[in-house]
């Protein structure tokens, strides 16, 4: 084929007319396994983040929306006996040291925190991605605490909180979408 202008243009519009077809074939063949996966996910983390906590109903089919300072959170309440008996929150912060984190926070009916599982982060690795397990080590622990009786801030701050090392913006990012969950729960649980 000659090289002038119609050519390159006939060309680079059946290459994209390709690409693009490729494209929306891989996504309808992913589409559904990535939505089981992410469901999946979602389910065990709520089994994750509750332990303890007797419930007779299934929270991830009764999700709820919440909005508290313009933030809309998920609520995934646990029943017992047709009575609030706690509930997993997943709620988010968008300013961790490398954008979005998203976390999922279990409490109890008193509002004690039972457990958690960061769902997705972008954080520096070996640094603010260590917060899966930080908090839940022994010595910085948030399982147990309670917004009402604990400042749910780093301690340099000021709160209850020991920040991860070398992390601060990290922990920061975490006690905020865990404020932010607690905030949700109080709000749902007081409709209850």
Known sequence: MKSNLINMVLSLGVITIVAAAALAGVYSITEQPIAQ??????????????????????????????????????????????????????????????????????????????GYAVMQHAETPGLGSKMGEWFCDPAHTIVGMNAANNNLTVSKDGGDVDAITAATISSRAFLRALTLANQAYEQFAARQ
């Open 37 to 114: 996966a992410k469901a999946q996910k979602q389910k065990d983390a709520i089994g994750l983040v509750l332990p303890g906590v007797q419930y007779d109903n299934n929270p991830a089919e009764e999700a709820a929306e919440v909005t508290v300072d313009g933030e809309t959170v998920k609520l995934f309440p646990a029943m017992a006996g047709g009575k609030l008996a706690g509930a997993a929150v997943e709620s988010h912060d968008n300013n961790g040291f490398s954008g979005l984190i998203t976390v999922m926070y279990g409490f109890d009916a008193e509002g004690n925190i039972t």
